[in-house]
Every structure is written in C-alpha cells, then in structure tokens.
C-alpha cells in the first residue's frame, strides 16, 4: 500500500527554527509537494521537489532525499502566522498526489 | 491573483438527496481535480479531470458520484443518494499544462453536512 508518515503535531517558539518531517512508501515517484493548511481554509503551495537536495524559497526550505524515503520542510524565523497544519503529498506513478495527515504546527510566543 | 472559486461555502442537505458541488477552475488551466477532507483527517483523492473526461478516480468515486464541465468555466462534482458518511469539505483544484511540478491550485473548499 501506498503510504506518508508526518509527526501529527509539533510546537515551536517564535523566531525559532522547526523542521517537519515527511517519510513516505509511494507506488513510484514523480515529485514530493508541501502544502499549508490554515485551519478551516484551503491548502497552499509551498514547495516541490523531484530531485534530492535542498530548495529554499525564503524562510521556507524543503529537502528530499529518494533513496531514504525522506523529506523535510525547514521553517525559520517563525512568525504566529505560520501556525497551521502542514501537508506533505506525494505524487505517484498514475501522477495522483497521496497526501499525508499533515503536521499541525503551533507556534507559541 | 487568478483563484479556484467554490459554491456554495456551505450546503446542508437531508440524507438520501442529491447535491452538486460546484467550482470555476482558473481560467487558463487545463487539468481540474475533486478532492475531499472529513474534519480531522488527510485529504483524500476523489477524481482528477482533462480534455473533458476523466483521468483518474480512487475508490472513493464509485457510481454515487460524477463530474462534469457543463461549459468553458464550471466543474461540477454530483453526489447522489447522500450518506452521513458524505459529510466533509470538498476541495476543487486545478493546474496548469507544463512538468509535474505544477503545483494544484485549491479553492476555499464547499463544507457538507448531511443530516
């Protein structure tokens, strides 16, 4: 079966860094995404990777490695506005996304 | 920005009666998705769309539900025969041609209560 394991809740301070987790066991691979999710609203893009290393788009940073399964989402200088659940989503041999349960993320002052 | 748009944000509807659920995809993109989340848990697949017919469909879209595009901007997902099972938020998306890495652009989402 297909299969993507995140931490169901994390919590930081403000201005600290976070690191999400996301492992994952996916019928072929054809990217990794990360999307924000405010309670109640829709998701939003954040970050894609399909090849391994780092890709950093302001204080967001994503890391893949496909050997290992594995891929964080790197959060830094946090803000309050950044407390929501985070959804990583793989997309698979058939180009279907197969979305983890998501982190929720709190930040505390 | 261009956005996915969903109506209505909330519908109520009795057990056993039929609803759709509709979306205006952005207007340029060409791939359009019906995805659905019950409080609490993941996202869930349900269909993905393009060049008017379907591409893909999980399990959970079986022959209770369909869509379609009746014109040049809606998509339009129907449940039929509605369960309490059914209650949820449903997610349209949509994405643009180009390389997988296209990211799926989700509307606010359509809250469903079935009584």
């Known amino acids: 079966g297909q299969n993507i394991d995140q931490p169901t809740e994390m919590t930081a301070t403000e201005g600290a860094i976070v690191q999400i987790n996301c492992t994952y066991q996916?019928?072929?691979?054809?990217?990794l995404f990360w999307y924000q999710q405010h309670a109640g609203e829709a998701p939003t893009f954040l970050s894609y990777?399909?090849l391994d290393g780092l890709e950093e788009k302001g204080r967001f940073s994503s890391f893949l490695s496909r050997s290992k399964g594995y891929s964080y989402l790197l959060l830094k200088e946090l803000q309050m506005k950044d407390s929501a659940s985070y959804l990583c989503?793989?997309?698979?041999?058939?180009?279907?996304?197969?979305w983890g349960a998501g982190t929720k993320l709190i930040i505390k002052p | 920005e261009p956005e996915v748009t969903q109506t209505p944000s909330h519908q109520v509807t009795q057990m056993g009666q039929e609803v759709i659920l509709r979306c205006v995809p952005i207007s340029n993109h060409l791939y359009f998705y019906w995805y659905r989340q019950i409080l609490g848990q993941k996202v869930e697949f349900l269909v993905s769309f393009y060049n008017n017919e379907i591409s893909e469909k999980s399990e959970i879209f079986d022959d209770q539900f369909s869509v379609e595009r009746p014109d040049g901007s809606n998509f339009t997902l129907k449940i039929r025969s509605t369960k309490l099972e059914d209650s949820a938020m449903y997610f349209c998306?949509?994405?643009?041609?180009?390389?997988?890495?296209?990211?799926?652009?989700f509307g606010d989402g359509t809250r469903l209560s079935i009584l």
């Open positions: 996916t019928s072929g691979f054809n990217g």
């Open positions: 998306a949509s994405k643009d041609v180009g390389g997988t890495g296209q990211p799926q652009h």
């Open positions: 989503a793989v997309k698979d041999s058939n180009y279907q996304l197969i």
């Open positions: 990777n399909v």
